[in-house]
């Protein structure tokens, strides 16, 4: 008799346990998402914003460290002036980044909290 009564109470505490068990893998997908994937997120937007923005004459750099002058806008081309009369065409995922008057690239902007 009492091993049927012990079976009856380990079975209630045995489903409240498998829920317990599931905290720490809610825990750590909370922490991923806030510390990985929302701050790469807000990266990527940030980065897009920019590709959108650009216009003739803006100085950027490119993925591949090709500094350059706009000259010409597509969808999805961008026309770099490199030097005097040298033009490249690169598509416009290429671009990385806007150039400082100096030359430099600018560091990315960190903000507390994510």
């Known amino acids: 008799m009492t ?6 109470g380990g079975g209630a505490a045995g489903g ?3 829920i317990a068990s599931f ?3 809610i825990l750590i997908f909370g922490v991923f998402y ?3 994937i929302r701050p790469q997120q807000k990266q990527a937007k940030l980065k897009q914003q920019f590709l ?3 216009k003739n004459g803006n100085k950027v750099v ?5 500094h350059g002058t706009i000259t010409g806008l597509t969808d999805s081309v961008v026309t770099l002036e ?3 009369k040298v033009r490249i065409k690169v598509s416009r995922g290429s671009i990385s980044g806007p150039v400082n008057k100096d030359g430099s690239t600018p560091a990315p ?6």
């Not at 902007?109 to 994510?114: E, H, N, P, S, W």
């Open 62 to 66: 490119t993925s591949g460290g090709i």
């Open 23 to 25: 905290i720490p893998l």
């Open 109 to 114: 902007v960190k903000k507390a909290g994510g």
């Open 3 to 8: 091993s049927v009564a012990y079976a009856a």
């Open 52 to 54: 959108e923005e650009l």
């Open 16 to 18: 409240a346990g498998g």
């Open 82 to 84: 490199i030097a005097d």
């Open 34 to 36: 806030f510390m990985l």
